[in-house]
């Protein structure tokens, strides 16, 4: 079935934003005592977040990790808003309780960002329980990197959404490390997907650098999982382009190997398909990033100008 093209334009305007966005990041962070705290980079990987977004509705829930902005933007996040939590300011989407490492953003669905290794996988099936329970037609899913499918956790929560036929959609982003340890020391199995067979679930392997591909493929998990038919695990082959952290450099990562994947890059790919298919012109693309770049811009300025949270405020916005 063709993809509609204005899944194609929201999917090339979640690419572009999330590398933009990310971009200026990687900027700010060279500022001295500019952003709190470390900095956790998406940049290389943003189709699996705009391709799985674009599969879902409003309704349905994403909980993610600490790679996660272009996840959040993908889902609906007001750049603002999380630029300007990513400061520590008031007016960010947590008020500036979080930054960048425990975001969440519930009037978009993303419940939930945990820097906990597989501490995802649970709270996204106990979620789908909860889905389940009340009889929505609403799918949970779960981000994850491929370090996090060697915890306990990742194995039980999949387990359990197997039992139960629970409506989740396990999404492993296998960037080939995990912190600076590569896929092939950590993990034996050539394809974390092929541990679906374990708990009766399917497992699929996509290329996550092709952002309609990775649709296709949430899109059937989805309808899998609002049919009654349970969970799918998901791996998506993909490549961070920058270290673990942006103070990482990258000692462990050869430069050819960087290098091969980058130009294996999910802008482009889409950009000249929808170019070819005649389903965006050149001016019409300039245009898009030009919005775009103002966007990132308005964002950073929103975020520099908004005030830091009252220290009295540490108080409000909790259960006890």
């Known amino acids: 079935m063709p993809i509609p093209k204005q899944k194609k334009m929201e999917m090339l305007r979640s690419l572009l934003l999330s590398r933009r966005f990310e971009e200026e990041l990687t900027e700010l962070c060279k500022i001295e005592n500019k952003i709190p705290g ?11 977040g705009a391709g799985v977004c674009a599969a879902l509705q409003p309704e349905d829930v994403i909980i993610t ?37 425990h975001l969440a953003v519930p009037e978009v669905n993303a419940l939930c960002t945990t820097t ?18 009340r009889k929505e037609d609403r799918v949970t899913v779960c981000f994850i990197g491929d370090g996090a499918t060697n915890e306990g956790s990742f194995h039980e929560a999949l387990n359990l959404a197997s039992v139960w036929r629970l409506p989740a959609i396990f ?15 950590h993990t034996r199995s050539h394809n974390i997907a092929d541990r679906a067979a374990g708990y009766a679930m399917p497992g699929t392997v996509v290329d996550g650098n092709d952002a309609l591909a990775v649709y296709r493929s949430a899109q059937e998990a989805r309808a899998r999982a609002v049919a009654g038919e349970g969970p799918t695990l998901i791996e998506y082959k993909t490549y961070r382009w920058h270290g673990h952290g942006e103070s ?4 462990y990562q050869p430069r050819d190997e960087i290098a091969a994947w980058q130009a294996l890059c999910p ?44 220290p009295g405020e540490a108080l409000e916005d909790v259960f006890a």
Do not use: W
């Open 38 to 48: 470390m900095m956790i980079l998406c940049t290389g990987q943003e189709a699996v």
């Open 65 to 101: 990790n600490h790679r996660s902005h272009s996840h959040l933007l993908a889902k609906g996040a007001d750049p603002k808003a999380l630029m300007a939590e990513i400061f520590g300011k008031r007016t960010g989407v947590n008020k500036g309780k979080s930054g960048t490492l």
């Open 248 to 251: 990482d450099l990258q000692l």
């Open 267 to 310: 802008i482009p790919k889409l950009r000249a398909e929808m170019l070819a298919e005649g389903l965006i012109g050149r001016d019409e693309l300039q245009e898009l990033e030009s919005r775009i770049e103002a966007i990132v811009k308005d964002a950073v300025r929103f975020a520099e100008e908004s005030p830091y949270p009252e």
């Open 171 to 185: 999404v492993c982003e296998n960037n080939l490390y995990a912190g600076a340890q590569r896929y092939d020391q």
């Open 116 to 133: 906990v290794v597989g501490g995802g996988p649970p709270i996204a099936a106990g979620y789908a329980f909860a889905q389940q329970y």
